[in-house]
Nanobody, 120 residues
Framework: VQLQASGGGFVQAGDSLRLSCAAS????????MGWFRQAPGREREFVAA????????YYGDSVKGRFTISGDNAKNTVFLQMNALKPEDTAVYYC??????????????WGKGTLVTVSS
């Protein structure tokens, strides 16, 4: 499966931004779709994911309450709505897909990153 992400940009602290990620096909290897991010000099961090099978969403602790992941199953597309953005949210955001839970070692496909920059 190939993943195409879009929606990054430059915003001010407190602003909102929405990322999109479309999968090239509906496949079991993309049963979970979501996002990771990596800031300069830091390790890649899980952000959020959706389990299509049961329509269940899960989030990393640093974004709970501010970010919302949703999806359009018919279009194999997930969206990450990011609200109340902080400078520490600045990172390259990567769309990812996996057959099982979306954790780094189990990712089956990665999209190209999209840069989100939050200015203070």
């Amino acid at each position: 499966v190939q993943l195409q992400a879009s929606g990054g940009g430059f915003v001010q602290a407190g602003d909102s931004l929405r990322l999109s990620c479309a999968a090239s096909e509906h496949t079991s290897s993309a049963n979970h779709m979501g996002w990771f991010r990596q800031a300069p000099g830091r390790e890649r961090e899980f952000v959020a994911a959706i389990n299509w099978s049961v329509n269940f969403t899960y989030y990393g602790d640093s974004v709970k309450g501010r970010f919302t992941i949703s999806g359009d199953n018919a279009k194999n597309t997930v969206f990450l709505q990011m609200n109340a953005l902080k400078p520490e949210d600045t990172a390259v955001y990567y769309c990812a897909a996996s057959r099982y839970v979306l954790i780094d070692p189990l990712v089956d496909a990665w999209g190209k990153g999209t840069l989100v920059t939050v200015s203070s």
